[in-house]
């Protein structure tokens, strides 16, 4: 089966301590993977993808096709990181669709 | 800019009433989703669609039905609505192939 998993439902740091959400998939072929983040009463929104290789508002994401990770970090917590992330995987579907597949989601919170 | 508009913020109804929720995106994507995000239980796949009349059911079918007539509308029905659909409800449209999503703002429905 195509899945993501996000094992920390919570995730709390203090401000200017380092950030690692963990996202773990199950893919057969290779897999498009995102981060969506979703601040409080705005719309879930892209973070970043793996193909792009950027960095977002401080956020990095390196696929490990070893370990079938794509976890998020940064160096550097702020309090506007505090946040619902979402890993997601694009799974193939019919009419040569794809569809974003989620994970559980980890609500991190940056303490002042 | 890509702009998916929910028709609703929030919606209350009563049990056994046929709700509908409606979504409009402008950038002339071919599929379109429709989401229920619960806490602790991530986003999970209702129906999608990858062209006008084409529907596909997700991970949670039961209870609800979708239409699309034309290619910019999508949108949930709930038969007969019950207090276990109280939830958000988001709808995402994207491009074919490996591209991100693109979310509305969310409809929170509450059935009482």
């Known amino acids: 089966a195509q899945r993501v998993t996000q094992p920390e439902k919570l995730l709390s740091v203090f401000k200017g301590a380092p950030v690692e959400l963990k996202c773990n998939y199950s893919?057969?072929?290779?897999?498009?993977l995102f981060w969506y983040v979703q601040y409080s009463r705005q719309r879930l929104q892209l973070l970043l993808r793996?193909?792009s290789r950027e960095s977002i508002k401080g956020f990095t994401a390196d696929l490990n096709k070893g370990e079938t990770s794509f976890h998020l970090k940064k160096p550097f917590a702020q309090e506007e990181d505090s946040a619902m992330y979402y890993c997601?995987?694009?799974?193939?579907?019919?009419?040569?669709?794809?569809?974003?597949?989620f994970g559980r989601g980890t609500s991190l919170i940056v303490h002042p | 800019d890509v702009k998916v508009t929910q028709s609703s913020r929030y919606l209350v109804k009563r049990t056994g009433e046929k709700v509908f929720l409606e979504c409009v995106q402008d950038?002339?994507?071919?599929?379109m989703f429709w989401y229920r995000q619960d806490p602790g239980l991530g986003l999970r796949l209702i129906y999608f669609?990858?062209?006008?009349?084409?529907?596909e059911k997700g991970d949670i079918p039961e209870g609800y039905s979708v239409s699309r007539e034309k290619k910019e509308r999508f949108s949930l029905i709930l038969e007969s609505a019950s207090t276990n659909q109280t939830s958000m409800y988001l709808c995402?449209?994207?491009?074919?192939?490996?591209?991100?999503?693109?979310f509305g703002q969310g409809t929170r429905l509450t059935v009482v």
């Open positions: 995402a449209s994207k491009t074919t192939g490996y591209t991100e999503a693109f």
């Open positions: 893919y057969s072929g290779s897999p498009e």
């Open positions: 793996h193909i």
């Open positions: 997601a995987l694009n799974r193939g579907a019919s009419g040569g669709s794809y569809i974003p597949t």
């Open positions: 950038m002339d994507h071919e599929n």
């Open positions: 669609s990858y062209d006008v009349k084409m529907k």
